[in-house]
């Protein structure tokens, strides 16, 4: 039977199947030994003396290392309006680093609540769902249903700075769900071997990964060109026609020529221009 792996605790992991039975099961050591599993990974169980094995790890779409899960289909960002105020230079560095990793970023814009009718926060909301990105708003005394509805049937991570209201969302979200973690965090604290754990919850119909994600915002392992062949709103734009184009100075590249035509928005363009000079300084496998 195959199902998804939710939870992992040394060698005891919760896989979930596609009936939403829940069983624990151990890994083979032909499979731990050739990539370990982690909590995302769709597996192959099988069933060796009365006990559930994990047989077999199925290809993965994707995988992210910190926190470690595999299949993401999704990241949300959160960023608040105000309090910190929103930054698009943040924002973008997160939506890039996570469209690199092949993973849809969702954007969630807390404490909408706080804003007046005139907060340049609307601008920037507009202009990410016009690149192409879905942005929802969240603030007090705002209905939850459209992220629901977005973290319906998916398996999402968090990822946004401190203070914009991750935690709350949570605590809104799923009461359960921010207790759970909680006792996590307390008992990880307790000891001195603070073993990484992570763990997938349901959370509104979907699974959301307990430890936000792209904290680092490293890019010297990152390939500019790659990066670039993977942002939303360079690739509606009619392609450019040269391949191994950087889009940054490069005569006759359509990328430009969109930013000039208005079809791209100027500061995100820059924003892309800044990152690209933090691209390529490190080799994908140095340390
Ligand atoms: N007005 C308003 N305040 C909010 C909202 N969401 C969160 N806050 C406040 O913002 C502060 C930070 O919220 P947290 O939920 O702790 O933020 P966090 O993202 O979890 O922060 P870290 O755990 O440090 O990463 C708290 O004082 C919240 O009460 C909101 O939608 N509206
Ligand atoms: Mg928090
Ligand atoms: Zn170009």
Redesign the pocket.
């Known amino acids: 039977m195959q199902g998804k792996i939710i939870r992992i605790v040394s060698n005891q992991y919760t896989i979930i199947d596609h009936k939403s039975n829940r069983l624990q099961a151990l890994a083979m050591g032909k499979v731990r030994k050739q990539d370990k599993p982690v909590v995302g990974d769709e597996v192959d169980v099988e069933i060796y003396d009365g006990r559930y094995c994990i047989e077999k790890i199925l290809p993965r779409r994707n995988r992210l290392y910190r926190p470690a899960v595999a299949n993401v289909d999704q990241a949300m960002i959160?960023m608040?309006a105000v309090?910190p105020v929103f930054s698009n230079v943040l924002v973008d560095r997160l939506v890039f680093l996570i469209e690199y990793s092949d993973i849809e970023p969702l954007i969630v814009v807390?404490?909408?609540?706080?804003t007046s009718a005139d907060d340049p926060v609307y601008g920037y909301i507009e202009d990410y769902r016009n690149s192409g990105y879905q942005v929802i708003l969240?603030?007090?005394d705002?209905e939850l249903d459209e992220l629901k509805a977005a973290l319906k049937d998916k398996v999402t991570v968090l990822a946004?700075?401190?203070?914009?209201?991750?935690?709350?969302?949570?605590?809104k979200l799923d009461p359960d769900f921010a207790l759970a973690t909680q006792e996590i965090s307390k008992a990880l604290n307790r000891g001195k071997h603070t073993t990484r754990h992570t763990e997938l919850y349901e959370v509104a119909g979907g699974w959301l990964a307990d430890t936000?994600g792209f904290s680092s915002l490293d890019f010297s392992r990152i390939d500019a060109l790659t990066m670039a062949g993977k942002i939303k709103d360079f690739q509606t734009a009619e392609p450019c026609r040269f391949n191994d184009c950087h889009h940054l100075n490069e005569p006759g590249c359509a990328i430009i020529r969109g930013v000039e035509e208005g079809r791209i928005s100027k500061y995100r363009y820059d924003n892309y221009v800044a990152i690209t000079e933090l691209c390529n300084k490190k080799k994908e496998w140095e340390l």
Do not use: A, F, I
């Open positions: 959160v608040s309090d807390s404490k909408m609540d706080l969240v603030g007090h705002y946004g700075q401190s203070g914009v209201g991750k935690s709350s969302l949570l605590n936000p």
